[in-house]
């Protein structure tokens, strides 16, 4: 079942860090407005499933690399109780939008085949930022997606 959370819940607008794996190369689609979606696949509600919302601004970082760009958030689209099938159709229906070549769909299918829950933010307004680091202390040293209400609070 998905819902659409394309409405703000409240005036609050929530920051999230976005942690990237640099070699799928995904953080320059988003710079360049290729890829206008940021998914994120799980088998159990984890972070970002619902705390992410129209508004919010999305910082991007690769994996032990700085923030490096940034987006807004324009829909949220979360899709629960996903089988094999349900996941093929996502992949296909939304894969170009998220930055994903149609020769990457299997092997991003056999890597979120397990999931369960799916996450689709739609982005807008992608820009690059002027690098900076942040202190990921107290959200787990593999985290790939810290929410904060200012990015000020773990900047470095």
Same mark, same amino acid.
């Given at each position: 079942?998905?819902?659409? @959370?394309?409405?703000?819940?409240?005036?609050?607008?929530?920051?999230?860090?976005?942690?990237?794996?640099? @070699?799928?190369?995904?953080?320059? *689609?988003?710079?360049?407005?290729?890829?206008?979606?940021? @998914?994120?696949?799980?088998?159990?509600?984890?972070?970002?499933?619902?705390?992410?919302?129209?508004?919010?601004?999305?910082?991007?970082?690769?994996?032990?690399?700085?923030?490096?760009?940034?987006?807004?958030?324009? *829909?949220?689209?979360?899709?629960?109780? +996903?089988?094999?099938?349900?996941?093929?159709?996502? +992949?296909?229906?939304?894969?170009?939008?998220?930055?994903?070549?149609?020769?990457?769909?299997?092997?991003?299918?056999?890597?979120?085949?397990?999931?369960?829950?799916? +996450?689709?933010?739609? +982005?807008?307004? &992608?820009?690059?930022?002027? &690098?900076?680091?942040?202190?990921?202390?107290?959200?787990?040293?593999?985290?790939?997606?810290?929410?904060?209400?200012?990015?000020?609070?773990?900047?470095?």
């Amino acid at each position: 079942m998905a819902s659409a @959370s394309g409405a703000s819940y409240n005036c609050f607008m929530t920051t999230h860090v976005a942690i990237m794996k640099k @070699s799928w190369g995904m953080i320059p *689609k988003i710079i360049s407005g290729e890829k206008k979606i940021e @998914s994120r696949w799980s088998v159990r509600k984890s972070i970002p499933w619902g705390r992410v919302k129209k508004g919010d601004t999305i910082y991007f970082k690769n994996s032990g690399g700085s923030i490096s760009a940034k987006a807004k958030v324009s *829909k949220v689209i979360e899709i629960e109780n +996903l089988n094999a099938i349900e996941i093929k159709n996502i +992949l296909t229906k939304f894969g170009h939008s998220d930055g994903i070549a149609i020769t990457d769909y299997e092997s991003v299918y056999n890597r979120v085949r397990n999931a369960k829950y799916c +996450l689709l933010i739609y +982005l807008k307004s &992608p820009q690059k930022t002027k &690098p900076f680091n942040i202190n990921k202390k107290g959200y787990g040293a593999m985290s790939a997606w810290i929410s904060v209400k200012q990015i000020q609070t773990i900047k470095i």
